[in-house]
């Protein structure tokens, strides 16, 4: 065996000899929002590049399972635009960014169309349309699926897309920095092959930042090892903005059991498809926490009420509730929900088909991210552009299930056009070298100090940090104490060692995830210690209720001398014909078809 | 439970390497993935293997237990218990490093296949009939166990010459799109080397997805090419076509 090839040491790194791209738009992250950024960015003659820390078509789209919500109306013809609209600012709590929604409602059908021909295969109606399924807060069925694999069907076709335009796709490189010229604009990034740990220097002219969330911050997550806020850390220390990073989704149904899969998620597709969830004493408790919508509440409604049951002790033996979708036919549960019935049976020896299965909140999505301009997502950073899971500005305070994936092809797509226009608007960049030269030392650091904490040890326990401290329920004082802990863990993480050499060495990609978690950490706390309330996600015990005058802010961080500082920014007020869709409790496609069948009544 | 396994994990790289043993204890429903995290923890903290979603949807953690291609994170340990768990990395792919390969050749054969190329752009009116046998091969993760297992690729190392049954079934999944316009019969016999499988079977035997990828694609393709190619009528037929088509040249194969 080959050690130490490339060397670890510094010595041996010259900055002259380091491997050096240009590109008008380097897009980092291969997931949906990144692969569609990509695409829209390649229209023209313009040199783009996709950096990726993954192989393709493993990013963590690819775990995305219940559907793309838009407003077709293959099944229900009600169904428009605004309707969406409606559904996704209430189910945000009206902190989200009403022209990021109205962008996103409208253009969200176009992309699921291009979809298909871009050779999607969507689950059919009768009539051999799109079919659409009911899920979550959604006025009417509205998610376009392929039975529980949708994230893995949107992925594998923008990939196929991706790989027949005019990119050039870098796999398997972590991004550790963002470069910036001497006038704070993007100039480019650092990085390394994981394969020998050999660095890359890409110059651009404009960066598309689609790494996703930052769901690996807390033990019990469905997210995969990738979602460790990479895109939100490297923008931050670089002086963009992060906005509403308090709010983090857990999402209602997770498995439980056994230890090994605790987190992995259970699609909302099974209360879309018609599954009920009991208490230990066989109550549908959902009939009691929202009559209305019952299973198919939003997610923080129905994750709360799965918490509160769990505190009440009426909870399942692993701490959990009994989702049961056993009343359907065996061949239709293996139709509609064919990764489900797998992975229970191969991981859980519990065949869904036949009995109920244990399920509890898991982390699952950050509303939260990089604030960003709603018609072209550009940060506050000029030549940076966010779109997918880092961005923020959707979602407000509670994403509704499909609309992530949605959101990724909408502003994936809005970011590569405008990356690409801002890239035939400027110059390359010059690249400040003492930048690169502080950037090899930090990297390389670890190496250096044998006897420094373990990688593996800080990640869990900054997992263990965030659960106990800053997870589904919060106060003031479990927040204050987190941020304590998590300034102990902040200065032995510092110390962080690692063996081995620079080829393919986990330990040390694990070094800077743990950086991003620790940083993001933080700014979770602190948003949620100054939203003093309760919204959505943020479920605070010592300001249980959701008060009008929060509801007019967001809160935005910026980092500034070594600290987070978090202000108030009032949110943009919606136009008078969008607030008029609010007079009404009813969203307005459930007026028009109210009416509709009223009058279709009077005339017969 | 407190039973404690034996794994025995491949480490090295191109230059060489052996197996090295760890103790691992074992708790319910444990995958062998959750064994390699615990050694990368307490014992390998430079252990390299790649994995992902660790839910069976990514098909990063591809390896061979015992001999036979699996995911890492879809296997559980408690099958083993009284042996030892050898895990070594995928035998048909150049080694990176411990369980890491290098799977770059399916994407290069990927970026080769005449893409998807639809009748009119979408909404499509396409019945669930109609779509059952295409959405099979969607199923696909990619994981490349299939490519591993198949002897063409395996065995004889002819991953230049034949794309392996993973790009047969991305193929089939576009030849079987009822709105798709490409033909990529030359293709698949020219370029891709659809006759060198010789319908053993294994890649079915070893898809996480079950996707019955002989029977399913790699025949009905083959049936397409002979068609096409040995059909005695339709040859006299093709060469009449060739001498107007001539001028076609195999532009259609993204480079």
Redesign the interface.
């Known amino acids: 065996m080959s050690e130490n090839k490339p060397s670890a040491s510094l010595s041996a790194v010259n900055l002259d000899t380091i491997e050096t791209h240009e590109y008008d738009v380097v897009v980092v992250g291969a997931g949906g929002a990144g692969l569609r950024a990509a695409i829209a960015a390649s229209e023209g003659t313009a040199r783009v590049a996709v950096i990726s820390k993954s192989l393709l078509g493993k990013a963590h789209t690819v775990m995305a399972e219940g559907g793309v919500a838009a407003s077709l109306g293959n099944v229900d013809s009600d169904d428009s635009w605004d309707t969406h609209f409606y559904d996704t600012m209430k189910s945000g709590h009206f902190i989200n960014q009403y022209r990021t929604a109205e962008i996103f409602a409208k253009e969200v059908p176009d992309r699921v169309l291009e979809l298909e021909t871009w050779g999607a295969v969507f689950d059919r109606t009768p009539a051999g349309k799109i079919m659409q399924r009911p899920f979550g807060a959604h006025s009417f069925r509205r998610l376009a699926h392929i039975g529980d694999r949708t994230g893995k069907e949107l992925i594998r076709t923008l990939q196929y897309k991706v790989i027949h335009q005019n990119v050039d796709i870098f796999q398997e490189v972590t991004t550790t920095r963002l470069l910036t010229d001497e006038a704070g604009r993007i100039a480019g990034l650092f990085g390394y092959y994981r394969e020998d740990g050999h660095f890359v220097v890409f110059r651009a002219k404009a960066i598309v930042l689609a790494t996703g969330g930052f769901g690996k911050a807390y033990k019990v997550t469905s997210n995969s090892w990738e979602s460790t806020g990479d895109g939100a850390a490297l923008a931050f220390r670089i002086g963009a903005e992060l906005m509403d990073i308090e709010m983090v989704q857990f999402h209602p149904t997770g498995m439980v059991w056994p230890p090994g899969v605790r987190g992995l998620l259970v699609t909302e597709g099974v209360r879309g498809e018609g599954g009920l969830l009991y208490n230990s004493k066989h109550e549908r408790f959902m009939l009691r926490y929202d009559p209305v919508q019952q299973e198919l509440s939003s997610r923080d409604v129905v994750a709360r009420s799965i918490f509160k049951e769990n505190q009440a002790e009426r909870g399942t033996p692993h701490g959990g509730a009994w989702l049961d979708i056993s009343h359907l036919p065996a061949n239709v549960v293996k139709a509609k929900l064919p990764g489900m019935y797998e992975q229970f049976l191969s991981l859980a020896d519990v065949d869904i088909t036949r009995e109920a299965f244990e399920v509890a909140p898991t982390t699952h999505y950050v509303m939260g991210g990089i604030r960003v301009d709603p018609e072209t997502e550009a940060t506050n950073v000029p030549g940076l552009y966010a779109a997918g899971e880092v961005a923020c500005g959707l979602h407000g305070a509670n994403r509704l299930g499909g609309n992530s994936l949605g959101d990724i092809l909408v502003f994936g797509r809005r970011a590569g056009m405008a990356a690409l226009a801002y890239a035939q608007s400027v110059d390359y960049p010059t690249l400040i070298p003492a930048q690169i030269e502080e950037e090899v030392r930090r990297v390389l650091a670890p190496f250096s100090r044998p006897d420094g904490e373990r990688p593996y040890h800080m990640m869990s326990e900054l997992q263990e940090i965030m659960t106990t401290y800053a997870g589904i329920v919060r106060s003031g004082e479990s927040l204050a104490a987190g941020l304590e802990h998590l300034e102990l863990l902040r200065l032995r993480a510092e110390r962080m060692a690692v063996h081995g050499s620079r080829a393919y060495n986990p330990g040390w990609h694990t070094v800077f995830d743990v950086e991003s978690l620790i940083l993001l950490g933080e700014a979770v706390i602190r948003g949620a210690l100054a939203r003093k309330e309760s919204r959505g996600a943020q479920w605070r015990t010592d300001y249980p209720e959701e008060l009008p005058e929060m509801g007019k802010v967001n809160f935005v961080q910026t980092w500034a001398d070594g600290h987070v500082v978090v202000r108030e920014e009032p949110v943009e007020p919606m136009p008078e014909h969008l607030a008029k869709l609010f007079e009404s409790d009813q969203a307005p496609g459930v007026v028009r078809q109210a009416a509709r069948k009223a009058n279709q009544g009077g005339g017969s | 439970m407190s039973e404690e396994m034996v794994l025995s994990v491949f480490?090295?790289?191109q230059?060489?390497?052996r197996e090295e043993e760890f103790h691992v204890p074992l708790?319910?429903?444990?995958?062998v993935l959750?064994a390699l995290h615990y050694i990368?923890?307490e014992h390998a903290?430079?252990?390299?293997?790649?994995?992902?979603?660790?839910?069976?949807?990514?098909?990063?953690c591809s390896a061979e237990i015992n001999g036979r291609p699996k995911l890492l994170c879809?296997t559980?340990l408690d099958q083993y218990v009284g042996q030892v768990v050898h895990v070594r990395p995928m035998h048909a792919f150049p080694l990176?490093?411990?369980l890491?390969t290098?799977?770059?050749s399916n994407?290069r054969a990927?970026?080769q296949i005449p893409?998807?190329s639809?009748r009119t752009?979408?909404?499509?009116?396409?019945?669930?009939r109609d779509?059952d046998r295409?959405?099979e091969f969607?199923?696909?993760?990619?994981c490349f166990l299939c490519q591993d297992t198949c002897h063409v690729l395996r065995n004889h190392n002819a991953r230049d010459r034949y794309f392996g049954p993973r790009m047969m079934a991305?193929i089939a999944?576009?030849e079987m799109?009822p709105m798709d316009t490409q033909d990529r019969r030359e293709f698949l016999k020219d370029v891709a080397g659809l006759p060198m499988c010789n319908v053993t079977r294994c890649c079915v035997e070893v898809c996480p997805e079950h996707i019955v990828i002989t029977d399913n694609a790699i025949i009905p393709l083959k049936e397409r090419v002979a068609d096409l190619y040995w059909d005695p009528i339709r040859a006299i037929f093709r060469r009449f076509q060739r001498s107007s088509t001539s001028s076609q040249p195999s532009s259609t194969i993204?480079s």
């Open positions: 480490r090295g790289d230059t060489g390497g708790e319910t429903g444990m995958v959750d990368q923890a903290p430079d252990l390299a293997v790649r994995w992902n979603c660790k839910a069976a949807h990514c098909g990063s879809k559980r990176i490093k411990d890491v290098d799977v770059s994407y990927a970026k893409a998807f639809p752009p979408a909404p499509f009116t396409m019945y669930q779509v295409v959405q969607h199923q696909c993760i990619e991305k999944e576009w799109h993204t």
